[in-house]
Nanobody, 131 residues
């Protein structure tokens, strides 16, 4: 079955960098768009990024992370990455990856797409940005 496992979270100081990995199994990675979401305590789940199936080198990014985060995927490793730079305390939260067939956006949609449109989810990895 489709399974996603996030890793790479941890404690990092403000201004630091961290790369998260999302290891996929049970499906062909190139058949899915992969979204990154995060959720801080007391806040709703927020879309962070999406790597498109058809354009894996292009990443949709939420405004608050533009210029700081990028996402990529490596089909040979069946892994999607979220590269986070210049981290801020407000980036703290549990980060999740999730699948959507077939693309980040469908006709008429604008990023971000609600989390309910994503099918399979990983267990999440904690990112804490603090000095």
């Amino acid at each position: 079955q489709v399974q996603l496992v996030e890793s790479g979270g941890g404690l990092v100081q403000p201004g630091g960098s961290l790369t998260l990995s999302c290891l996929a199994s049970g499906f062909t990675l190139d058949d899915y768009a992969i979204g990154w979401f995060r959720q801080a305590p007391g806040k709703e789940r927020e879309a962070v990024s999406c790597v498109d199936r058809s354009s894996p080198d292009f990443t949709y990014l939420t405004h608050s992370v533009k210029g700081r985060f990028t996402a990529s995927k490596d089909n040979s490793r069946n892994t999607v990455y979220l590269h986070m730079n210049n981290l801020r305390p407000e980036d703290t939260g549990v980060y999740y990856c999730a699948t959507r067939k077939w693309a980040c956006l469908q006709a008429g949609e604008i990023f971000p797409v609600p989390s309910s449109q994503f099918d399979a989810w990983g267990q999440g990895t904690q990112v804490t940005v603090s000095s």
